[in-house]
């Protein structure tokens, strides 16, 4: 059996926004047995601020760029690597306010996952979200596999505010980390283990699809449906439910394929 990487997405600029501030990365490498063999990335401007679409743009292409050099990705270093690669995207933007006044104050959230050697890893800032999707079972489970770095989810974990309430609390705009701001970026890493052999997916999405679609409704949404067919119908459920802010979503589904039988 051989691994099957199959994946899709889409994005909108919702309902009310005039424009789209976010930005997504699909990238998977063409050469063979290369250290790096995927990476699935979203970034969403920070809205209210000059440059948010520059930042987040500029964040998704600095990530291919740094990631795709990569000679060598010792599996015992990826935390270390993930972390360097963050804090060279977070530099390339602080680089671009000092050349540009008129950005000053521009950021970006960025949540990726990476697959190098067959195994997944992650990185995260902000408040965009990695979701583990298991829909084989008889009872789907949809797991976040991230913390949302906002003052309402701080707020939650001092047990101020109930985890049902997160999503639609006014201080759930508010980051606390973001890629651009301060000297150093904060980074969350992830080791997620081996590429799953059995059918496993992946959601990455930025906060406008959790605004308005509630991630126990991600299973019935996408189960039986191709990974771009599932991205495009959860951003199409949310803008029928008026989209107050961008959405992004990528879906990543791994599974196993059939290797031809010599005759």
């Given at each position: 059996?051989?691994?099957?990487?199959?994946?899709?997405?889409?994005?909108?600029?919702?309902?009310?926004?005039?424009?789209?501030?976010?930005?997504?990365?699909?990238?998977?490498?063409?050469?063979?047995?290369?250290?790096?063999?995927?990476?699935?990335?979203?970034?969403?401007?920070?809205?209210?601020?000059?440059?948010?679409?520059?930042?987040?743009?500029?964040?998704?292409?600095?990530?291919?760029?740094?990631?795709?050099?990569?000679?060598?990705?010792?599996?015992?270093?990826?935390?270390?690597?993930?972390?360097?690669?963050?804090?060279?995207?977070?530099?390339?933007?602080?680089?671009?306010?000092?050349?540009?006044?008129?950005?000053?104050?521009?950021?970006?959230?960025?949540?990726?996952?990476?697959?190098?050697?067959?195994?997944?890893?992650?990185?995260?800032?902000?408040?965009?979200?990695?979701?583990?999707?298991?829909?084989?079972?008889?009872?789907?489970?949809?797991?976040?596999?991230?913390?949302?770095?906002?003052?309402?989810?701080?707020?939650?974990?001092?047990?101020?505010?109930?985890?049902?309430?997160?999503?639609?609390?006014?201080?759930?705009?508010?980051?606390?980390?973001?890629?651009?701001a301060g000297d150093v970026a904060r980074v969350d890493t992830?080791?997620?283990?081996?590429?799953?052999?059995?059918?496993?997916?992946?959601?990455?999405?930025?906060?406008?699809?959790?605004?308005?679609?509630?991630?126990?409704?991600?299973?019935?949404?996408?189960?039986?449906?191709?990974?771009?067919?599932?991205?495009?119908?959860?951003?199409?459920?949310?803008?029928?439910?008026?989209?107050?802010?961008?959405?992004?979503?990528?879906?990543?589904?791994?599974?196993?394929?059939?290797?031809?039988?010599?005759?």
């Open positions: 059996m051989a691994l099957k990487i199959e994946w899709g997405f889409h994005t909108d600029r919702g309902q009310v926004r005039s424009k789209n501030e976010d930005s997504c990365l699909t990238w998977y490498a063409t050469k063979s047995a290369p250290p790096i063999q995927a990476i699935f990335a979203v970034a969403d401007g920070m809205g209210g601020h000059p440059g948010g679409d520059q930042a987040s743009r500029l964040a998704v292409k600095g990530l291919e760029k740094i990631l795709t050099a990569c000679k060598i990705f010792p599996l015992g270093e990826a935390s270390a690597i993930i972390t360097q690669t963050f804090q060279e995207v977070h530099a390339m933007i602080r680089k671009g306010m000092e050349d540009d006044p008129k950005l000053s104050g521009m950021g970006t959230t960025l949540t990726a996952l990476i697959m190098a050697q067959d195994h997944l890893y992650a990185g995260h800032v902000g408040d965009s979200r990695l979701y583990a999707l298991n829909l084989i079972d008889t009872e789907p489970q949809v797991t976040c596999l991230t913390k949302d770095h906002t003052l309402a989810y701080e707020q939650m974990e001092a047990g101020v505010i109930d985890s049902e309430d997160l999503e639609t609390h006014p201080l759930s705009h508010v980051l606390t980390r973001s890629i651009g992830m080791d997620l283990g081996p590429a799953p052999a059995e059918e496993r997916d992946y959601l990455i999405c930025s906060d406008g699809l959790i605004r308005v679609v509630h991630p126990r409704e991600f299973a019935g949404i996408v189960k039986g449906k191709s990974p771009e067919k599932a991205a495009r119908a959860l951003v199409n459920i949310a803008n029928e439910r008026g989209a107050p802010d961008n959405i992004t979503v990528i879906l990543v589904h791994f599974g196993t394929a059939v290797e031809p039988q010599k005759v």
